[in-house]
């Protein structure tokens, strides 16, 4: 398309197209403006330290919950989410003993996988958008509550797991947005939205009991953040109870009716190679080195723990088995 799109009707729905022909899976459009409520919760999160040692999610709040401090004189938030889900025996499994790598971090990175799609939707936004018109994509490595963002744009609603969930296909999809300061049309919201009801198993299932409260996560608890971001070693009596994940955990998904009753794989194979398998050999994480994460696994989820953290993960599990 090269005619600048004129009309907010017009320039919205050819956005969804671009969408549609990048490959993502769901897309909608949110009105710019503060999160007024997810900042209160924000601030209290941070207040209780709830952030163990992601202290870049504690710098500068106020801008992570008002687009028009990232970019400025921002309108619309253009969110789109990418199915990543894979049958779990195509993943493959190292023989025992193996630790449990979780379902995201098995193929090609998500940032990397997403970010090129989406400079180009945002670059489609400045060139057929209203001239001067400013976009700027992200994937998780921007000041942006992408959840929040999702839930207002009609893609689904928190869990509380407090993941997104579509209530078609439950949460194993990434999120990506795009701020613009075109005026968009932004998605109505679907009078069936469903929630979670009385439903608590992924609170009674996680295993380190880091959800706390419903849609309130201690991420000091979680074995995603313990076995991810966390440097140094690991409490105990949270080892005890991290049940052979040794990167990332599903348990709070793998429980969730949504995914189990309505979850469907993947159409496309964007995410093959597998890199790390769904079972990773503990023999082959103690002997990781830096090199080997720069070249075999650089496109890999896992090379963002490090060597070190991925050896102390094998050797948690070594001295914690759960499984085999
Ligand atoms: C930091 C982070 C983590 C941390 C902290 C997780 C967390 N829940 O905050 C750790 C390392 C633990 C983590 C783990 C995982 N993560 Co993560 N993570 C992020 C990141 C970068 C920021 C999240 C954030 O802002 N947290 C801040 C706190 C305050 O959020 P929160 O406590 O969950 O609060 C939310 C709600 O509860 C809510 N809320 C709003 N109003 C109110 C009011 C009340 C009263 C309450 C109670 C709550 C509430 O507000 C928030 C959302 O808007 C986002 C990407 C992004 N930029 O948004 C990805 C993201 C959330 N992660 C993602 C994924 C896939 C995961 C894992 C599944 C990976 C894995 N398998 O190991 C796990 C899931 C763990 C879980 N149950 O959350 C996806 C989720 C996709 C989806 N469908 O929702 C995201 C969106 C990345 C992406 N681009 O796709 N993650
Ligand atoms: S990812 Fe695992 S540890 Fe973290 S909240 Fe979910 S079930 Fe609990
Ligand atoms: S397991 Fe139940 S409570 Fe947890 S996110 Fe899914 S529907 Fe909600």
Same mark, same amino acid.
Request: hydrophobic fraction near 55%; proline fraction near 6%; avoid cysteine.
């Given at each position: 398309? +090269? $005619?600048?799109?004129k009309s907010t009707?017009? !320039?919205s729905a050819a956005v969804r197209r671009r969408a549609d022909e990048l490959g993502f899976d769901w897309f909608g459009i949110a009105e710019a403006g503060v999160l007024a409520e997810e900042r209160a919760h924000l601030l209290d999160w941070l207040a209780d330290g709830r952030h163990g040692q992601m202290e870049w999610l504690a710098r500068d709040p106020d801008r992570r919950c008002d687009p028009a401090r990232v970019l400025p004189g921002c309108r619309s @938030? @253009? @969110?789109v989410g990418v199915n990543y889900q894979v049958p779990e025996e195509a993943d493959g499994a190292d023989p025992p003993p193996a630790g449990k @790598?979780?379902?995201y971090a098995r193929g090609r990175d998500y940032h990397r996988v =997403? $970010?090129? *799609? =989406?400079r180009k939707l945002a670059r489609f936004l400045d060139a057929h958008g209203p001239e001067g018109t400013r976009s700027r994509a992200y994937v998780d490595h921007g000041p942006v509550d992408e959840r929040a963002w999702a839930r207002r744009a009609g893609i /689904?609603? =928190?869990g509380k797991n407090t993941l997104l969930i579509h209530p078609d296909q439950g949460s194993w999809f990434f999120l990506g947005v795009v !701020? #613009? #300061?075109? +005026? =968009?049309? *932004?998605t109505p919201p679907r009078p069936d939205m469903p929630d979670c009801g009385d439903c608590r198993r992924c609170i009674d299932a996680c295993p #380190? /009991?880091?959800i706390t409260d419903p849609g309130v996560l201690d991420a000091r608890r979680c074995i995603s953040y313990l076995t991810i971001e966390h440097k140094g070693p690991i409490a105990p009596e949270l080892a005890a109870h991290m049940e052979g994940w040794v990167f990332g955990c599903d348990v709070c998904q793998e429980v969730c009716p949504y995914n189990i009753k309505r979850a469907r794989p993947a159409e496309t194979d964007r995410f093959a190679p597998r890199l790390v398998p769904a079972r990773w050999s503990l023999a082959a994480m103690a002997e990781l080195t830096d090199e080997e994460l720069t070249t075999r696994l650089a496109q890999s989820p896992v090379r963002r723990a490090g060597a070190e953290s991925l050896r102390r993960n094998a050797d948690q599990f070594v001295r914690q088995p759960a499984e085999s």
């Open positions: 398309m +090269t $005619d600048s799109v009707a017009a !320039l @938030v @253009v @969110v @790598v979780a379902r =997403l $970010d090129k *799609p =989406l /689904g609603f =928190l !701020l #613009t #300061t075109a +005026t =968009l049309e *932004p #380190t /009991g880091a």
